[in-house]
């Protein structure tokens, strides 16, 4: 069993969140960055929400890509070519496609199980 989980999210500080529209149909699971669909405000909910329902088990980290993408993140998108934003859990490209709390949560319940 694992003790702690990494979830990574990577954009552009000026992305959208995900795909899909930030309105009251959303089924992110997030309400405190709607309705403006920002990343950098939707990884702050995740990150509190994630906080709130794992504490200090579930470290978040955001990588912008604005000043350059590193080289683990190429190496993600030449062999995989995934939208934007990526979900990484553990390093591990996850695919999501959204900052969408119960597939990262599933995903993270996954993490910490193995």
Known sequence: MADRVTVEIVGFSNSECGPFPC???????????????????????LEARLRADYGDRVETKLTLLDDGVPEYVREIVDRESPPLPLILVNGRLRPIGRISVDPIKREIDLALAA
């Open 23 to 45: 309105d009251e149909h959303r089924t992110c699971g997030l309400d405190d960055c709607a309705p403006y669909a920002s990343l950098t405000g939707a990884f702050t909910a």
